[in-house]
Each structure stands twice: as structure tokens, then as C-alpha cells.
């Protein structure tokens, strides 16, 4: 078995990376968010809406991400696949006119994922896309020249575990099928970890952020949060930190995501984490899958992501939406109809999404969401005429946010009534727009 312990300058390359960042390493438990990154904490937020990019050799199986596991292939066997891995058709400048289209500002895509297969040109490996590929190019570094000249930020979702790494071991809740010898140095594994982060914070431009990824296949690891997290800032102060750990947050996390569930909630079982104060982040697929899959053809509407969308917002959360690409490095026509239409959405509908915070108010109809002195009222579900809400505040103004048409506001006790114009045949959400007396 070839091992990813074929490293090309392995720990010499290390050591530089630690003597880059300074050593020792501020511990994050002290962590104080530096101005730039509670100013990009604020960024993150108004921003809302991300594409998340589940892309890697797996694609070319047609069977998601998570393949390797699925169906116990060995990891010298896997190798096989990246041979057969030539994204010919990956054009960086129309995946991020795609995302401004769709109104996103962001995009999170993997790194390197469970596979352990970096999506980058690595120096500590020649598991990667440059060196194993017949394609050979580092496509996060095209994509991050082309988010740079589009003005779209952008994130790295990097997984802790690996599947693929030696020394990744004791073996966690997953991995143990991939033909690895029982032993390794885990000490090595995170001193490699490290110094991938410290490549993609290096060499990438400026990076959004790091999407942390795996860790709940080991939770009692010593896994050295502080050192990374303290690398990590110490490289990029602005850089937002998250993971996906599925519990609270740690020390140095600047973010909080939840999984296929708006925050609060956990339908899908793995969000028992308490909703922190940080600024908040849920993650979805279109279809069922996050990487490609070709036999998923069930497909959310473009309503229903709109709606949900909605929710997150309302819950004060960005919403972070799958594409899982082709192996040939498109993203399917199926996910940019749906993602052009929820752009078309956002054109008419985008200043009641983006730059707002959520709340104050919601109810069985929906949500509400508030910026610059103006509380937007989703109504998601309500045929009715007459809308009774709680008051946000002293209404000046009531307008549909469609087509500015005026709506009768009525102070009753406790609240106020809206009158709403007949709901048009198949709105997805009827936005109000109350300008508040400051
Ligand atoms: O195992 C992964 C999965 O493949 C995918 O990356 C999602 C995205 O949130 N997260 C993991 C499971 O928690």
C-alpha cells in the first residue's frame, strides 16, 4: 500500500510552519477575537447565504462522500480512483458567477475531506489533486483567484478525520475497513493536520474561514485545539474558525454550525449542542446528498429552499447550501436551476435576508428579521387576511416589500393586526416591511 506518509519535505516543512507562527502559541482558551475578526464575524452575518461545495475523487463513484466507508474500499484501492479523477469541465469563473447569481456572498468547499484526499496542492503529501490527478492543477487556488476578483469570500471546509492518513490512530468510530496497519503516531497526524491548515492559510489569499469537519469520530482525542486554533488566527487573524463537532463551542471557534437542522433543533440528531452566542451557520444538501451522487434524485424545490432559507434567517442563522459537482467538475444542471431561482428570489426580496439579524418576533405564520430600523415579517404560512402579531415597536410605515403597496397596520391589545392583500397563487413567502419609529 502506497501511504500518504510519502511525504515530499514532511517534517522539515513542519517546523518551518511552527517557527512561521511563533512559538509558543497563544492558547485559545484566552482567546480575544482581534478587531478584523469580530469585523468579519459582522460580515459573516450579513452575509447569510453560502454555497457549500462537497467536492473530491469520490465524485467520480457517483455514490457521495462518504463511498470509501460505505462500501469498505481499501485505501490502496481508493488511490485507483484518483487516477480516474480529470474535471475537465471545472471552469472556476462560472462556479462563482453561479453563487452571485443565486445571491449567495460565500462559498465553503472541502479541502480535504474524510478521504483524506487534499483538493489542493500540498506540500506534506502526495495524496493530493496536483500530484495523484491526471488534471493536475490546484483548483482551490483558481478558485480562490476567481472568488478574489468576483468578491466572494471564501472558506475551507477541512476534515480532522482522515480515512486515508497512517497516523491516524487509535481509529475512531469509522476508517477501520481501509487496510491500515494498526499503529501510528497521532502526534504526527496532527503535527500534519497543522501544517495543511497552515498551507491553505498561506498560500490561498485571504481565507473566510476554516470548516472544521470530523471530530466527533474521535471526541475523547487529544486533538490540540488551541495549538491549531492559535495557528490558525496567528496566520490570519480575520480567518472565522467552526466546527462541526456537534457539541457546544471551544475556545477560538468564532462560529456555530448545525447540520441539516435550523438552530434549536435536531430532527436529524446531531445537533444536542446549546445555541451559542456566536454568530450561527446551517448547513443542507438539495438533494439527500453532499457529495455527487447519481442515483439522489430527490431534489428540494426551489420553494422549499427559499423557505428555509427564510427560517434560518429568522433564527439568525446563514444558510449554507450543498452542491455536490460532477466528476467532470460541473455542478449539475438540476442544482443551478434551483440555485438561479432562489437568485431570482433574493433579486426582489434580498434586503429583507441579507444585513439583517433575526427576530424579534415569530408565530405559527413565520418569522421576522430586522435591519436599519426595519423589521421585515415573513409570512410563510397564513391565507388569512388579518394577521395578528406582537408589536416589534412603534409602526410608521407598512409595506409589502413585492411591490410597495401599503398595509393597513391596526394597534390592538397586545400587538398589531396586519391586513394582508389576497395571497397570490403560489408566493412563497408574502414579506412585510415595517419601518419602526426610532
Ligand atoms: O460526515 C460528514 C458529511 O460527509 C458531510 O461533510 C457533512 C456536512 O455537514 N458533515 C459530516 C457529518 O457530520
Same mark, same amino acid.
Not at 491548515?197 to 486533538?223: C, K, Q, S
Given at each position: 500500500m502506497r501511504t500518504t506518509a510519502t511525504m515530499k519535505t514532511g517534517i522539515a516543512f513542519v517546523l518551518v510552519i511552527a517557527a512561521q507562527v511563533g512559538q509558543p502559541l497563544a492558547a485559545q482558551d484566552a482567546y480575544d477575537p482581534s478587531p478584523d475578526n469580530l469585523a468579519a464575524r459582522a460580515w459573516f452575518q450579513d452575509a447569510k447565504f453560502g454555497l457549500f461545495v462537497h467536492w473530491g475523487i469520490y465524485s467520480v463513484l457517483g455514490?457521495?462522500? #462518504?463511498v470509501m466507508q460505505v462500501r469498505g474500499i481499501p485505501a490502496d484501492v481508493y488511490e485507483g480512483v484518483a487516477a480516474q479523477f480529470?474535471?475537465?469541465?471545472?471552469d472556476a469563473a462560472a462556479w462563482v458567477s453561479l453563487v452571485k447569481d443565486a445571491g449567495m456572498s460565500y462559498i465553503t468547499i472541502t479541502a480535504k475531506h474524510h478521504d483524506g484526499f487534499a483538493m489542493f496542492d500540498s506540500a506534506?503529501?502526495? #495524496?493530493d489533486i496536483v500530484d495523484r490527478t491526471p488534471y493536475g492543477r490546484d483548483v482551490l487556488a483558481e478558485l480562490a483567484e476567481e472568488c478574489s476578483r468576483q468578491g466572494i469570500k471564501l472558506f475551507f471546509y477541512y476534515s480532522q478525520l482522515d480515512w486515508h492518513h497512517p497516523d491516524y490512530f487509535p481509529r475512531g468510530q469509522t476508517g477501520q475497513r481501509t487496510g491500515r496497519p494498526d499503529d501510528g503516531d497521532w502526534q504526527n497526524y496532527l503535527h500534519f493536520m497543522d501544517a495543511q491548515l497552515a498551507e491553505l492559510l498561506t498560500n490561498y489569499g485571504e481565507v473566510g474561514g476554516i470548516w472544521f469537519d470530523g471530530m466527533w469520530d474521535r471526541p475523547d482525542a487529544e486533538w490540540a485545539l488551541e495549538h491549531t486554533y492559535g495557528m490558525i488566527h496567528g496566520l490570519q487573524p480575520a480567518t472565522l474558525v467552526g466546527s462541526n463537532h456537534h457539541r457546544d463551542p471551544f475556545p477560538g471557534e468564532d462560529f456555530q454550525m448545525f447540520e441539516k437542522d435550523l438552530p434549536g433543533r435536531n430532527t436529524a440528531g446531531f445537533n444536542e449542542a446549546a445555541v451559542s452566542e456566536l454568530p450561527l451557520e446551517t448547513a443542507e444538501t438539495i438533494n439527500r446528498? #453532499?457529495?455527487?451522487?447519481?442515483?439522489?434524485?430527490?431534489y428540494k424545490s426551489a420553494d422549499e429552499l427559499i423557505r428555509y432559507l427564510v427560517r434560518a434567517a429568522g433564527a439568525d442563522a446563514n444558510f449554507l447550501l450543498n452542491v455536490g459537482p460532477m466528476p467532470d467538475g460541473r455542478i449539475q444542471p438540476e442544482f443551478q436551476e434551483r440555485l438561479r431561482s432562489v437568485g431570482d428570489w433574493m433579486r426582489t426580496y434580498g434586503r429583507s435576508i441579507r444585513g439583517t439579524r433575526g427576530g424579534p418576533i415569530f408565530g405559527p405564520w413565520g418569522v421576522s428579521t430586522t435591519g436599519n430600523g426595519t423589521v421585515f415579517v415573513h409570512v410563510l404560512e397564513w391565507n388569512g387576511r388579518a394577521l395578528a402579531i406582537p408589536s416589534?415597536?412603534?409602526?410608521e410605515e407598512a409595506q409589502l416589500?413585492?411591490?410597495?403597496s401599503a398595509v393597513t397596520v391596526q394597534e390592538v391589545e397586545g400587538g398589531i393586526v396586519l391586513t394582508l392583500p389576497e395571497r397570490p397563487e403560489g408566493l412563497v413567502d408574502e414579506v412585510v416591511q415595517l419601518t419602526l419609529a426610532r
Amino acid at each position: 500500500m502506497r501511504t500518504t506518509a510519502t511525504m515530499k519535505t514532511g517534517i522539515a516543512f513542519v517546523l518551518v510552519i511552527a517557527a512561521q507562527v511563533g512559538q509558543p502559541l497563544a492558547a485559545q482558551d484566552a482567546y480575544d477575537p482581534s478587531p478584523d475578526n469580530l469585523a468579519a464575524r459582522a460580515w459573516f452575518q450579513d452575509a447569510k447565504f453560502g454555497l457549500f461545495v462537497h467536492w473530491g475523487i469520490y465524485s467520480v463513484l457517483g455514490a457521495g462522500e #462518504w463511498v470509501m466507508q460505505v462500501r469498505g474500499i481499501p485505501a490502496d484501492v481508493y488511490e485507483g480512483v484518483a487516477a480516474q479523477f480529470n474535471p475537465v469541465r471545472f471552469d472556476a469563473a462560472a462556479w462563482v458567477s453561479l453563487v452571485k447569481d443565486a445571491g449567495m456572498s460565500y462559498i465553503t468547499i472541502t479541502a480535504k475531506h474524510h478521504d483524506g484526499f487534499a483538493m489542493f496542492d500540498s506540500a506534506v503529501t502526495d #495524496w493530493d489533486i496536483v500530484d495523484r490527478t491526471p488534471y493536475g492543477r490546484d483548483v482551490l487556488a483558481e478558485l480562490a483567484e476567481e472568488c478574489s476578483r468576483q468578491g466572494i469570500k471564501l472558506f475551507f471546509y477541512y476534515s480532522q478525520l482522515d480515512w486515508h492518513h497512517p497516523d491516524y490512530f487509535p481509529r475512531g468510530q469509522t476508517g477501520q475497513r481501509t487496510g491500515r496497519p494498526d499503529d501510528g503516531d497521532w502526534q504526527n497526524y496532527l503535527h500534519f493536520m497543522d501544517a495543511q491548515l497552515a498551507e491553505l492559510l498561506t498560500n490561498y489569499g485571504e481565507v473566510g474561514g476554516i470548516w472544521f469537519d470530523g471530530m466527533w469520530d474521535r471526541p475523547d482525542a487529544e486533538w490540540a485545539l488551541e495549538h491549531t486554533y492559535g495557528m490558525i488566527h496567528g496566520l490570519q487573524p480575520a480567518t472565522l474558525v467552526g466546527s462541526n463537532h456537534h457539541r457546544d463551542p471551544f475556545p477560538g471557534e468564532d462560529f456555530q454550525m448545525f447540520e441539516k437542522d435550523l438552530p434549536g433543533r435536531n430532527t436529524a440528531g446531531f445537533n444536542e449542542a446549546a445555541v451559542s452566542e456566536l454568530p450561527l451557520e446551517t448547513a443542507e444538501t438539495i438533494n439527500r446528498s #453532499w457529495g455527487f451522487n447519481l442515483t439522489d434524485a430527490d431534489y428540494k424545490s426551489a420553494d422549499e429552499l427559499i423557505r428555509y432559507l427564510v427560517r434560518a434567517a429568522g433564527a439568525d442563522a446563514n444558510f449554507l447550501l450543498n452542491v455536490g459537482p460532477m466528476p467532470d467538475g460541473r455542478i449539475q444542471p438540476e442544482f443551478q436551476e434551483r440555485l438561479r431561482s432562489v437568485g431570482d428570489w433574493m433579486r426582489t426580496y434580498g434586503r429583507s435576508i441579507r444585513g439583517t439579524r433575526g427576530g424579534p418576533i415569530f408565530g405559527p405564520w413565520g418569522v421576522s428579521t430586522t435591519g436599519n430600523g426595519t423589521v421585515f415579517v415573513h409570512v410563510l404560512e397564513w391565507n388569512g387576511r388579518a394577521l395578528a402579531i406582537p408589536s416589534p415597536g412603534i409602526v410608521e410605515e407598512a409595506q409589502l416589500l413585492r411591490d410597495g403597496s401599503a398595509v393597513t397596520v391596526q394597534e390592538v391589545e397586545g400587538g398589531i393586526v396586519l391586513t394582508l392583500p389576497e395571497r397570490p397563487e403560489g408566493l412563497v413567502d408574502e414579506v412585510v416591511q415595517l419601518t419602526l419609529a426610532r
